[in-house]
């Protein structure tokens, strides 16, 4: 009887492992079809994100839901030792060595086993009754909570049962078994044995199912995840990826069909858990729009599947074909596959993004979801020519006057006229610092202030700059994340050569967008500068007495981050230290703040387009945000957002009431 059982087991676990092994075996053909991509840097940083993001489950549990999966992770590796010591003494007659039946080993997983029940009852529980925004009930949630809960009644029962027919209650070390035994102690011993033995196998078709379900469910992201979290993304996440534009021989730039993603953004679709942190987050999601990304890496996902033989056969085919007359026939199968936009994103989707990176920051598992959206972009403005209006406005502006605005390029230093604020050219790059004043502060009156007041506070401190005027070019990052790479490279080519010509080592700007692409994505065009945004220089020059807010601004202020000064670049302390430095100034925090922080509405080139018809105005939606403070100003360090937020007041009727100034603006009414 005991061969019979452990053949049995035997062959259905060889069958188990073969079906689990197959199907996981074709998801990574799938992956390798995609477009190469190296991440080799980073080594020790990357094995330090495993054991903080996946063994102790940070990033889970920066959100209370995520302490629920905590529990069902660590109760999985304890169940797992658990699992094994089950079979070694069901099947084999025998024990594990060192915990086996060790009295530490029996209580951590009864308790462990209860957390788990816990922790699904509460999943469950959420999805059914409570059905937060973020979760789908589907069937597949519930057959996995319905395995794992599965998993431990079956273990548990099977403990009490062994409990029963032996006779012998175990101590404080098994309470669950000890309780349960006692409940079927003086029953039949046949019927106890008979119920024993179909509980183990019970446990066991639960085990097996289980593992044939994890590489065909989202159950897959217990694999995905470890992968992705090792291969995720060191770079600054404001470095876009640059697009060879040399090669006269590539037709295609950018994404249209699912094999020209790279294997990484493929394996995001892998990782993901599907927990909606990044859908209750995203600004464009939240306004109504079409886009989620939650659902952006999920139709990925799902079209890889759909797809993914066709993929893999037209590769093989293509490489036994080789260079042979048959390689143009081969690789049909992979140039037929259906295009990404108009068959599993729609162009709303694809331009509703603002580039914020909430979705990013929120993500457990280290999803990169923007730079799929930008390929996209690149796809449809290089490749098919496709942009609206209003973004083909931009891009002609900045080709013939080098700003979105299509203002007389010769007229950008006319805001500093009277202030006898130098040019380069004037003292031959022979200053400490360049102020990139930047289109906004150039050309739009309300931001020209913005611009007046730092000059002021640069002097009044003693700091050696200097401006470009007109020999300013715009910084490209509008250009770059509205898909036009060819226009961004050759405004970022143009800047380079005029900051290398004047030996620029140092830059400031006020806004983010510049002080993003400068500090992070010029470097690959051969310039690297130290960039400070004005409000790191402004709080430095407080801290070192160069500047002393005295004057009192008595106003309530809720300071709004911009998110490429923000999220792109951890600048969150020092405009917020100005504003603490400020006599009168009262600082009241938002709800979104910080790390997670709301978009106004402008990034990613949205600034230069309308938004969606029927669907809410990111940037109302954040000015009631602000006014929910109870504020008397909205606080902003970025021109966009300057505009965003006026523009939100005098949607909400309290442009009147509700002010809203620039950091340095408020700084420099303090400072006599």
Known sequence: ??????????????????????????????????????????????????????????????????????????????????????????????????????????????????FVLVAIAIAAGRRYFIKPMRLDETA???????????????????????????????????????????????????????????????????????????????????????????????NPPGRMRTLDLSDESVEEFGVGRIDQFTWKQLLDGYACTECGRCHVNCPATLSGKPLSPKYLILKMRDHLTEVGDQMLNGKLATAAAGAGANAEVAATSVQELPMLIGNVYSEDEIWACTTCRACEEACPVYNEHVDKIMDLRRYMVLT?????????????????????????????????????????????????????VGSAASFDPRNQKIAVAFVNLLNKAGVDFAILGKEEESDGDSARRLGNEFLYQSLAEA???????????????????????????????????????????????????????????????????????????????APRYILEKIPGIKLMEMERSRERGMCCGAGGGSFWKEELAGTDRINVLRTEQALETGCSAIGTACPYCMTMMIDGTKAKGVEEQINTYDVVELLNMSVA
Request: aromatic share 14%; proline share 3%; with cysteine.
């Open 1 to 114: 009887m005991d061969w019979i059982r452990i053949l049995l087991f035997l062959a259905v676990a060889t069958a188990s492992v073969y079906l689990f092994w197959t199907a996981l075996y074709r998801k990574y053909q799938y992956l390798m079809v995609g477009e190469p991509e190296q991440r080799p840097e980073g080594r020790d940083e990357r094995i330090r994100s495993l054991f903080r993001d996946v063994l102790f489950q940070k990033k889970v549990m920066a959100e209370p839901a995520g302490i629920g999966h905590a529990f069902i992770f660590w109760g999985f590796i304890v169940l797992s030792f658990g699992t094994l010591e089950f079979i070694a003494d069901h099947i084999f007659g025998t024990h594990l060595l060192w915990i086996g039946t060790a009295d530490w080993f029996v209580f951590m997983h009864e308790l462990f086993s209860m």
């Open 140 to 234: 597949e949630a519930y057959i996995i909570l319905g395995l794992i809960g599965g998993l431990v009644i079956s273990d548990l029962l099977a403990a009490g049962l062994d409990v029963a027919l032996t006779g012998e209650v175990p101590g404080w070390e098994a309470p669950v078994a000890a309780g349960l035994g006692s409940l079927f102690i003086g029953g039949s011993e046949t019927v106890l044995t008979v119920a024993k033995e179909l509980w183990v196998w019970i446990h066991l078709g639960f085990l097996f199912a289980f593992l044939i379900f994890i590489p065909r469910s989202k159950h897959l992201h217990m694999i995905g995840a470890v992968f992705n979290t090792y291969f995720r993304r060191l």
């Open 384 to 436: 098919e020519g496709k942009a609206s209006a209003e973004v083909n406005r931009a891009f002609q502006n900045l080709e013939r006057q080098s700003n979105e605005w299509g203002q007389n390029r010769n007229t950008r230093a006319d805001w500093a006229k009277d202030l006898n604020v130098r040019t380069m050219a004037e003292v031959n790059g022979e200053v400490e610092y360049l102020f990139y």
């Open 495 to 573: 800047n380079v050569e005029i900051f290398k010509e004047y030996n620029v080592k140092k830059i400031l700007t006020t806004d983010p967008h510049a002080y993003n692409t400068f500090k992070n994505e010029y470097p690959e065009f051969g310039f690297a500068a130290e960039v400070l945004h004005a409000s790191e220089l402004l709080a430095k020059l407080i801290d070192e007495g160069k500047l002393v807010p005295t004057k009192e601004v008595n106003e309530v202020i809720t300071y709004h981050d911009s998110c490429y000064l923000g999220r792109y670049n951890g600048v969150y302390d």
